[in-house]
């Protein structure tokens, strides 16, 4: 078997630097079977909603209000992710 093709998704707010996973990708020691492996990485941008105002935005972090109602009970719904999407095996 050889593995062909790593597919993972990352978030913004992951707290995993996308340049320190590809040099450590690139550089790890890698089996037969991992040798010409592909890493994708599909970056995912955050999300929130606001729980007060139901307003929705982006290019948020933990501590940013919401733009509309500058209540900071917000609710982030995408840019946490860190998980493997796919692999493409022979």
Same mark, same amino acid.
């Given at each position: ?8 998704? %990352?978030?913004? !707010? @992951?707290?995993?630097?996308? =340049?320190? !996973? &590809? *040099? /450590? *990708?690139?550089? /790890?020691?890698?089996?037969?079977? !991992?040798?010409?492996? #592909? !890493?994708?990485?599909?970056? &995912?941008? %955050? $999300? /929130?909603?606001?729980?007060?105002? #139901? ?15 500058? @209540? *900071? ?6 840019? $946490?992710? *860190?998980?493997? #999407?796919?692999?493409?095996? =022979?």
């Amino acid at each position: 078997k050889i593995v062909h093709e790593i597919e993972m998704d %990352v978030g913004e !707010l @992951s707290g995993v630097e996308y =340049d320190a !996973l &590809i *040099f /450590a *990708f690139e550089n /790890a020691p890698k089996s037969e079977i !991992l040798k010409n492996v #592909k !890493l994708i990485i599909n970056k &995912i941008p %955050v $999300k /929130a909603v606001c729980n007060s105002c #139901k307003h929705e935005f982006e290019e948020c972090d933990y501590y940013t209000p919401c733009p509309k109602c500058n @209540s *900071f009970d917000i609710n982030i719904e995408q840019g $946490k992710e *860190f998980k493997i #999407k796919s692999i493409k095996i =022979d």
